[in-house]
């Protein structure tokens, strides 16, 4: 792991040029310069030369990114800006002495206790039905102003897209994988688990559960690296079968958990993250199609690759739509959507723009944060049809057909 001095020379490599605004969507949401690369390695500048410290102040400015690497892909000077703000963070860590109100707020036991109690009230929702109520009623509800379009989010969450059990067809076990759930799954909602279940199942690999913490991203993102290890060694532990597969089916999941090795540098790590495979590569050899004719259209998570996106356009009888910024990001990002609701909620507004009044009936993502992002998104927009948000397993275990077995 490099530390902020190791970014210097990346940091003067900065030319100024201003590129990197057209692509930054926190920029575009919120015309603040600090919250482009540039206005940002102009404060880190003033650090390198002693004029400023790792203040509050400083670390708010940094926080000014959802980590989406656009500008990284964008910038004459290849500088991965992402990485040396994580770095920066780090360092702010390091320096500052933390209240035990801000060790509070950044600890792993409050996190938990959120999801947990998010889980409590999806299970309540949905034994109550007043899931189905507020999904009768959305549109009413989401004119009501700022709760009204939370709770929509929320129900968006946890409504129950498996609404009737499904079982795959009798199968032999060949292989056995150890399986990630992450946090959306284990506390939240685990549609997307009983899919991929049940899609991989249907090709011969079972299922060993382990109990995982969170794979620690936000963390990691956030800089905490003291938390993120915590979390990334007790998982790297609970991993302690013979197994050829973890599977994860969350893009964010599968990219830190492959980086595990890079952090941890042991054996361990390296063989932790070598079985690391995305439920993406184990089924994007099947034939699928679809039960009926539907308009498609995808959203690219910041961390996943653009494999997945050749499973959807393979699929027989969808109609494909390609929309402008499908991979730019969806403004859902672990911390910066909670400390930044306001420039998140545009930044999924101006995503979301582009997949409405084009009578596309899903888009189709593979990742949990992004799917709030895009109803964060679809809540901020006023049409009369507006397409419905879906987990690629999901989509292919409720709406699609095999047409062959991946092996
Ligand atoms: S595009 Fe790169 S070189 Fe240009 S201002 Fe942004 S970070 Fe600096
Ligand atoms: S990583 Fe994304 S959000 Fe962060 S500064 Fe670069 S373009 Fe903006």
């Known amino acids: 792991m490099k530390n902020f001095e190791d970014y210097e020379e990346d940091i003067y490599k900065c030319s100024r040029c201003g590129l990197c605004q057209s692509v930054c969507p926190v920029y575009r949401a919120s015309l603040n310069e600090c919250a482009v690369s540039r206005g940002k390695f102009n404060i880190l500048n003033g650090i390198i030369k002693g004029d400023l410290h790792f203040s509050d102040n400083v670390k708010k400015y940094l926080d000014l990114c959802t980590g989406c690497n656009a500008c990284k892909d964008f910038c004459p000077s290849g500088i991965n800006a992402r990485e040396i703000f994580v770095a920066a963070k780090r360092e702010y860590y390091k320096d500052k002495k933390l209240t035990p109100a801000q060790k509070f707020l950044n600890s792993y036991f409050l996190f938990k206790t959120l999801l947990c109690c998010t889980g409590a009230a999806a299970f309540l929702m949905r034994i109550s039905g007043l899931t189905y109520v507020v999904k009768f009623f959305e549109n009413i509800i989401l004119k009501t102003g700022y709760l009204g379009k939370r709770l929509v989010l929320l129900n968006s969450l946890i409504f129950p897209v498996f609404n009737k059990k499904l079982s795959a067809k009798k199968c032999t076990k060949k292989q056995t994988a150890v399986y990630f759930e992450g946090c959306f799954n284990k506390y939240i909602n685990d549609d997307t688990e009983k899919a991929v279940k049940f899609l991989l199942e249907q090709n011969g690999i079972g299922f060993i559960k382990k109990d995982f913490e969170c794979c620690g991203i936000s963390y990691l993102q956030d800089g905490n690296t003291m938390q993120f290890e915590k979390l990334m060694n007790t998982n790297i532990n609970k991993q302690d079968c013979d197994c050829v597969y973890l599977i994860t089916d969350c893009a964010s999941c599968n990219f830190v958990l492959k980086e595990y090795q890079n952090y941890a540098n042991t054996r361990a790590a390296a063989d932790f993250s070598s079985k690391v495979t995305g439920a993406v590569e184990l089924i994007k050899d099947i034939n699928f199609e679809a039960i009926k004719p539907l308009k498609v ?15 959807v356009k393979n ?21 910066f959507a909670i400390q930044n609701q306001k420039i998140s909620r545009e930044i999924s507004r101006q995503k979301m723009q582009h997949y409405t009044g084009k009578d596309i009936d899903f888009v189709i993502t593979t990742c949990p944060a992004c799917l709030l992002g895009l109803n964060q998104g679809l809540a901020e927009i006023d049409a009369s049809k507006k397409p419905i948000a879906i987990n690629l397993f999901v989509f292919l275990a409720k709406y699609c057909h095999r047409l062959s077995d991946a092996f």
């Not at 995808?298 to 690759?305: A, I, L, T």
């Not at 699929?315 to 911390?335: M, T």
């Open 315 to 335: 699929i027989r009888g969808i109609d494909f739509v390609e929309v402008e910024d499908y991979d730019k990001c969806c403004g859902f990002s672990g911390k």
């Open 297 to 311: 259209a995808v959203h690219k998570p910041c961390h996943d690759s653009y494999d997945f996106i050749e499973v």
